[in-house]
């Protein structure tokens, strides 16, 4: 089971959190700091995955990957697939370069909503829904349209007949 999922640029600031246990956000800030302490100190050559104890016990990895200013990364069970996670993460990265072209820190920033709503088509309760990225786009976007038809319907004045009393 994911336990977290992070963003983090190069300076340590958290750009997304999703956390899919109940911490406190004391808590949750002490995950975060150990977390970028933990991979911004790491060499570009070693592996993507580490064990730490501290974080959620002894049966927790942390598997990340470094794109441009950003740091992905998932925090879950020893028993997830260590590929599986860093496919899921390539295949998050690769549809928030769909839905804004070219993705960058500021996508992130100025549009959270959209970037939590695209992971959480792909993770829902610590548990990997999907993995196709067409498939997330094609879903986000068909949400997107049910919200503007919802919006144009509570805009648009509605005819109604004077009331009487």
Do not use: W
């Amino acid at each position: 089971m994911i336990r977290c999922f992070l963003v983090i640029n190069n300076f340590g600031k958290p750009r997304l959190m999703k956390f899919y246990e109940r911490l406190s956000n004391e808590e949750r800030q002490r995950v975060i700091e150990s977390a970028y302490g933990l991979v911004s100190k790491r060499l570009e050559d070693l592996c993507n995955f580490v064990e730490d104890d501290s974080l959620f016990g002894g049966e927790t990895q942390l598997i990340y990957r470094h794109f441009a200013t950003l740091y992905f990364i998932v925090i879950c069970d020893k028993a997830e697939s260590e590929l599986g996670i860093l496919d899921l993460i390539q295949v998050y990265v690769e549809t928030l370069d769909k839905s804004f072209e070219n993705v960058c820190e500021l996508d992130i920033i100025f549009n959270q909503q959209k970037a939590g709503l695209i992971l959480d088509q792909m993770v829902t309760g610590g548990l990997v829904l999907e993995t196709n990225s067409q498939e997330i786009v094609s879903k986000y976007k068909e949400l997107e349209r049910n919200m503007k038809q919802q919006e144009r319907e509570l805009k648009s004045p509605v005819a109604s007949s004077p009331r009487t009393f």
